[in-house]
């Protein structure tokens, strides 16, 4: 007789179903972090301690479809001003990049939700200049919102407070975050301003995040918030294979052909995605370009194939559900293809040009 699946906590399910974080990270332009005092209700839009307006102001933002990630962080004692509320934008810029550009301001708190829709909306940013301030480190933001999960919770938390007893410091800032998606790959976080997400985060993992002198855990990124998911695999892959030097690298990537399940392509995020997809793609090809350290332009061409499906949980104490699985076959320098390579196509030809 089978067993009961035990999904209480859906991190812990997620983990022993062997399920791989990569390709999980919502791609997106823009992050919008606003600081806001816990408590935090599963609606992070109807916390009492949001500022006034932001609310309302980061629905229409939706409803107008723009790009961004809004997340609140808890106000430090070491970080934080009195009477003041900070905002950090970030932005990707066109092209092949390797960091979100950041701007950042301290402001009276009942000024917020007007900064930010001069940010969203692109219109009166120059009367902030006065709030301006700057920081040119890192920013950790570890998701602790139990109420949306409480994986995020009973497994973030220690991580945050680990974080920021052990390696805060002039560059580097901790912070508690709101929810941001993924709750099953806890303890998660975005590392900015490179916008990558990391999952399955644990003490032993600390120092190599922060310091980045080990061999990469690629076991544990959840991906480039600059690509969709097929591109997050394979510049995952790519980091595995070159090191931490690849994240300074500027690049940029595009899916170049698909092989079966293209309605699972050009979805939204929040809507399925080719990863929980009923009818996915079985084989995408991927091309990377990059810039090597030496400033010389480089290309690669990603083979990502479907390997099966496996179970896993959306949230804790949820139903189980299926997720397709994927595996990097094979990766060439684009270099060394011919000018006509097969891989120009869109649909396949049933060839395999790798």
Same mark, same amino acid.
């Given at each position: ?6 999904t209480?906590?859906?991190s ?45 102001l ?11 990630? %809004? /997340?609140?962080?808890?106000?430090? !004692?070491? $970080?934080?001003? &009195? #009477? *003041? ?13 390797a ?21 969203l ?30 994986c ?5 938390? %220690? /991580?945050?407070?680990?974080?920021? !007893?052990? $390696?805060g410091? &002039? #560059? *580097?800032?901790?912070?508690r ?8 790959f ?59 030097g ?11 052909r ?7 392509m ?23 370009t ?7 332009k ?25 997720v ?8 060439r ?22």
């Open positions: 007789m089978t067993e009961p699946c035990d209480r906590f859906c812990l399910f997620a983990r022993s179903q062997g399920e791989q974080p990569v390709g999980n990270a919502p791609q997106t332009r823009r992050f919008l972090v606003v600081e806001v005092p816990t408590p935090w209700p599963r609606n992070f839009l109807e916390a009492p301690t949001l500022p006034q307006g932001l609310g309302a980061l629905l229409r933002a939706y409803e107008a479809r723009i790009d961004f990630v %809004p /997340v609140g962080v808890v106000p430090d !004692e070491e $970080y934080s001003r &009195p #009477g *003041l509320t900070r905002v950090m934008w970030l932005r990707r810029p066109e092209g092949a990049f960091r979100f550009e950041r701007g950042e301001w301290q402001l009276p708190t009942p000024r917020v939700a007007a900064l930010c829709e001069a940010l909306f692109g219109d009166g940013l120059e009367g902030f200049e006065p709030y301006r301030s700057s920081f040119s480190g890192r920013d950790l933001l570890v998701c602790t919102h139990g109420t949306v999960d409480v995020c919770a009973k497994f973030g938390y %220690p /991580v945050y407070r680990e974080l920021r !007893e052990r $390696y410091g &002039p #560059g *580097l800032r901790l912070w975050c709101t929810h941001f998606g993924g709750h099953r806890a303890p998660t976080l975005i590392d900015l301003p490179t916008g990558h997400y990391w999952g399955f985060i644990g003490p032993e993992d600390l120092d190599n995040l922060v310091f980045r002198d080990r061999p990469v855990f690629a076991s544990k990124l959840r991906g480039w918030s600059a690509l969709d998911c097929f591109g997050q695999m394979a510049d995952g892959h790519l980091l595995e294979r070159e090191g931490w690849w994240l300074d690298r500027p690049r940029e990537g595009r899916v170049v698909v092989e079966g399940g293209e309605r699972a050009g979805l939204e995020w929040g809507a399925y995605t080719p990863i929980q997809h009923p009818d996915p793609p079985e084989r995408v090809w991927v091309r990377l990059c810039h090597s350290p030496g400033g010389e480089e290309a690669y061409e990603v083979l990502i194939e479907r390997a099966g499906v496996l179970q896993t949980v959306g949230q804790s104490g949820g139903e189980a559900m299926t397709n699985r994927y595996r990097v076959r094979e990766v320098e684009a270099s060394n293809y011919p000018k006509r390579s097969a891989l120009g196509a869109r649909r396949s030809t049933g060839e395999d040009p790798l």
